[in-house]
């Protein structure tokens, strides 16, 4: 059968809102508390407001008005009357009756005023927690909830620090979890860490290599500066014996060159300056392919070539898979440079030959990544 679409114009009305709001609703817990905790405050109530005049709005209900404006994120005042009024969950959180009128915004935001300069609010939420079935909701650290009047209210400069007698931190009330929050705080913290690292990376590796070069420049005048006094040394021992120089003298000046370790130093310093100028070579390799990792990306697609986009993200990657997997190359000289976001395929590059190695781990054998471009 078909309903009819009739607009209902009763006189009376017999809505109870108790049976309204599902048993399971997250309002039924938080209603109990709250009347708990005005319950104990019924004294600095009856403090706060004189026995003469027009009764005022019930500061028990100003309070859970409040705590509906902060829980459901509602702007203004003049929005939390708009949504008591017809709401039937808000009234029945709030304490009205159906039939009961919502208050004008100006009258409950004086009231408000009253209960905020006479701290009954602080008071309240002190009796809040000192009821022991809450204790798991604390956080000694702090909370987060979604909407901007928390971030107003219970801003840093609203809190109290505790006298030091009272031997303790603050407790914060927190109706959510904050585990996974504070997580994510810890992972946003390091990749604004590691952004910063990056964004640093391309002008610090521009610092390390003119030291580099001059490091490089220096050693390779030292090893032709070997060659060169070596070359002098076996010419002066030749003239000396050839100009028919007396056995004394030409002992003599053999014995000077032992003394000194010239043999030994001719033969060892050339060794020495050609693995320091290889190692000068690494650091400088590393330096360039960070450089190029790390330039910071461009919006427009420029050329670029590949191989060298993979010759640096090895070199910076050496220390994740050098000791698990063995890189093979076979890049192709002859590869065209393609229209790209080099920052962009750095990064698919860097995932790639990354997560690579991490694949191959508890085998037990060092694995071969093979990489060709042909």
């Known amino acids: ?49 004189s026995g003469m005049g027009r009764p005022s ?44 009128p919502a208050w004008d915004h100006s009258t409950f935001s004086k009231n408000r005023d009253r209960l905020l300069e006479g701290d009954i609010a602080a008071k309240f939420l002190a009796a809040v927690l000192v009821q022991p079935r809450i204790k798991r909701l ?38 959510r ?28 590796a521009h610092e390390i290599n003119t030291p580099i070069q ?17 070359k002098a040394c076996h010419a002066m021992r030749d003239a000396l014996a050839e100009g028919g120089a007396s056995p004394e003298l030409l002992a003599k000046v053999e014995a000077v060159l032992q003394e000194a370790d010239v043999p030994y130093l001719m033969e060892e310093l050339p060794a020495a300056v050609r693995q320091s100028l290889d190692g000068v070579e690494h650091v400088a390799k590393i330096v360039r392919s960070m450089k190029e990792f790390s330039y910071p990306g461009s919006t427009a697609k420029v050329t670029t070539d590949i191989n ?18 063995r890189i093979e190359k076979d890049f192709s000289p002859d590869l065209p440079h393609i229209l790209c976001l080099p920052a962009d395929i750095n990064q ?11 694949s191959l781990e508890g ?5 071969v990544i093979r990489i060709s471009t042909r």
């Open 214 to 230: 001059y490091v490089g420049d220096n050693l390779r005048f030292f090893d032709a500066s070997i060659g060169s006094i070596d």
């Open 308 to 325: 060298r986009a993979l010759e640096s993200t090895l070199t910076v990657t050496t220390n994740e898979w050098k000791h698990s997997v």
């Open 138 to 175: 604390l956080s000694s650290e702090h909370f987060s909830v979604d909407g901007t009047l928390i971030e107003e209210w219970a801003s840093m400069k609203s809190f109290r620090p505790k006298a030091a007698e009272d031997g303790g931190g603050a407790a914060v009330l927190s109706f």
């Open 57 to 100: 709005v019930p500061p028990e209900k100003l309070l859970r008005a409040m705590l509906l404006q902060v829980f459901y994120s509602i702007r203004s005042e003049r929005q939390l009357m708009e949504r008591l009024d017809f709401d039937l969950l808000f009234r029945w959180f709030v304490g009205l009756g159906v039939d009961d």
């Open 1 to 49: 059968m078909h309903g009819t679409d009739k607009r209902s114009g009763d006189l009376f009305s017999c809505v109870d809102l108790e049976t309204r709001v599902r048993m399971d609703h997250p309002l039924r817990t938080i209603r109990e508390m709250t009347n708990t905790a005005l319950a104990a405050l019924s004294g600095d109530f009856a403090a706060l407001y």
């Open 348 to 358: 698919v590059l860097l995932n790639l030959i990354v997560n690579a190695p991490q």
């Open 177 to 204: 979890c904050i585990e996974t929050l504070k997580a994510a705080q810890k992972e946003a913290l390091q990749s604004s860490r590691l952004a910063s690292v990056g964004q640093l990376a391309a002008g610090i």
């Open 363 to 367: 085998r037990g054998e060092m694995g």
